[in-house]
């Protein structure tokens, strides 16, 4: 039996089972599931397969929770990754030492900032309405911030100033808008702090990784608004060959991420046909205009407002509890889904909406989580190490070449969040569906129960009204 058959022979069942319970009609498996094809995408099968068992709460409610509880478990497995991707870049079998024109006081390692910003974070100041959404613990100075992203802000700001990062010292940092040539201009230059002029290069690596915080929820559901709607890109007034390019990343992602288990990564994971290439200018084109494309009877262009979104990312940010973060972040996504049925023309419209705005979330939760990794405070560290093996002219292209060059660490990561958003969805679907057997189960042998009795009380000249409402008729 092909793939598509046991797809469809699933949804069967469960379609069957919900009529024995609920009397439901059978369930049609058309193209309000679209995972029924013959690709590998399990997180799209298991969210239609959650979306045929129960609806729409349960899909709000995974996303609720990976937001509230389970980004902290991600971020251990993918630094783990990070970690081992370094070590194996640099060590040779040994744990070598720090160079010293890296140590504090020699020359350092001069990296143009745009070589490690590919998305033009840096140009934006965390200030601004756009801003706020993009950097996360915003504070004054900059360069007091507990992220990287924002503290690095701060130090390019500070032009000739050496600014140090970490609550235990661990990087010193400086830039420079005039060098003299060949030097371009715009630089940072890195070097470790004091501290590590005596500790090892695996020592620095590993202190730094764990010195970034990767996302947190407020941030993560930000970027997966923006990858839906462009709601932030609109305000930045990013360009179409900027959100092309960032459409490209994301379709490389998907990729890695629903590649098999002994696939090998190689260029065709970064080459695109003319098909693919149209999807992403498509897909970037109503980025720039803010606006995500539902297909419910038809097409319909919606959209959210930066305000909505800065009002919750101001409420998730500022829950000090694990329960406030949740009741923060499902009260946010409550509010983001109502304003979606509200551009609905009829009560059936808005429910589609809802759901498709929930499913999008879900769909983009993978590729944003590890777009993350492309963000300069996880670049740094790499191009740095890169820099050390390969010389100081070595760098990154771009974010696509990052991808290419480190690809067993984007297949690690991939592979590693991949496999907790399927758990999270897998063990939903697997409780669902053990209610929905129970269910079933109880619902025959009470019917089989009712029959036998009819047929008892039939013998002994009970009235038809009578047996007509033991049979519930």
Known sequence: MGIIDQKSKIFGNIAAAR????????????????????????????????????????????????????????????????KQSLKELVNC?????????????????????????FFDVLKTNPLSPEGKLLYSDVVNPFTSSNDFNTFLYGAVQNDGVTETWGLSPILD????????????????????????????????????IDSVDLFDSAGLLNKILDNV???ISVGLNKSSTQLKKEEE?????????????????????????????????????????????????????TSLPLNTISAINLQISGATTGEAKKDAIGSGINT????????????????????????????????????????????????INYKIIYGQGAEYEDAADFMKKNKNLMKSISKSVRNAIISILLNTVLKQISSLV??????????????????ILSLVGIPQSVLRLIKGI
């Open 173 to 208: 940092v400086k830039f420079d808008s005039l060098n003299l040539i060949p030097t371009p201009n715009n630089t940072l230059t890195f070097n470790a702090n004091s501290a590590y002029n005596s500790k090892t290069l695996t020592d620095f690596n590993n202190n730094y």
């Open 249 to 301: 990343i994301k379709m490389i992602i998907d990729c890695i991420v629903n590649a098999d288990e002994n696939d090998v990564i190689d260029d065709n994971y970064f080459t695109f046909s003319n098909e693919e290439i149209a999807i992403q200018e498509d897909a970037a084109n109503w980025r720039k205009k803010g606006i995500s494309i539902c297909h419910t009877c038809g097409l319909k262009a």
């Open 93 to 117: 079998g040994v744990d070598p030492s720090i160079p010293t024109y890296i140590k504090s006081g020699g020359s350092g390692i001069k990296i143009e900032v745009k070589k490690i910003d």
């Open 336 to 383: 983001l889904g109502q304003t979606i049925k509200n551009q609905a023309n009829d009560i059936k419209d808005a429910y589609a909406l809802e759901l498709n705005f929930i499913e999008k979330l879900i769909q983009n939760l993978v590729s944003s989580i590890i777009s993350f990794i492309l963000s300069p405070k996880i670049i740094t560290i790499f191009l």
């Open 19 to 82: 009529t024995v319970v609920e009397g439901l009609p059978k369930l049609v498996t058309n193209s309000s599931f679209p995972s029924i094809n013959n690709n590998g995408n399990s997180i799209a099968f298991l969210t239609d397969l959650l979306k045929s068992l129960v609806g729409m709460e349960k899909l709000r409610e995974v996303i609720i929770d990976t937001l509230s509880y389970k980004l902290d478990e991600m971020e251990i497995g993918i630094k783990t990754a990070m």
């Open 229 to 231: 709607f462009g709601c």
């Open 438 to 455: 129970a269910a079933t189960a109880i619902e025959i042998a009470t019917e089989k129960a009712k029959n036998q009795l009819s047929q």
